[in-house]
């Protein structure tokens, strides 16, 4: 078993920056990639940003690049976010596959986090 537990959403302005951390525990070594995805009311779950075990080969989704920043420390996620707009404001989960992906497909990570609100006023 896999245990995420995610920090550092909160309230900020529109221009503003936030890093959302997930702590990784449990079985880490079957963790093959991780990843950060987002869910905003009344719109499906979506992929944000993801990134191998080893910190390597980072990927983000297009409409991010430029403002978002993911990087992983020992067993710790991060998500730098810069240049917060309204249209991020969500609630954001980290998630870890042990089925060997890395990518944006929701269905191949296996384990998740509860989730951190992320605000961001206008």
């Known amino acids: 078993q896999v245990q995420l537990v995610e920090s550092g959403g909160g309230l900020v302005q529109a221009g503003g920056s936030l890093r959302l951390s997930c702590a990784a525990s449990?079985?880490?070594?079957?963790?093959?990639?991780m990843g950060w995805f987002r869910q905003a009311p009344g719109k499906e779950r979506e992929f944000v940003a993801s990134?191998?075990?080893?910190?390597?080969s980072p990927y983000y989704a297009d409409s991010l690049k430029g403002r978002f920043t993911i990087s992983k420390d020992k067993n710790t996620m991060y998500l730098q976010m810069n240049n917060l707009t309204p249209e991020d404001t969500a609630v954001y989960s980290c998630?870890?596959?042990?089925?060997?992906?890395?990518?944006?497909?929701?269905?191949?990570?296996?384990?998740w986090g509860q989730g951190t609100q992320v605000t961001v006023s206008s």
């Open positions: 990134i191998n075990w080893s910190g390597d």
């Open positions: 449990g079985r880490t070594f079957t963790i093959y990639g």
């Open positions: 998630a870890a596959s042990t089925l060997g992906s890395q990518g944006s497909v929701a269905e191949f990570y296996d384990y």
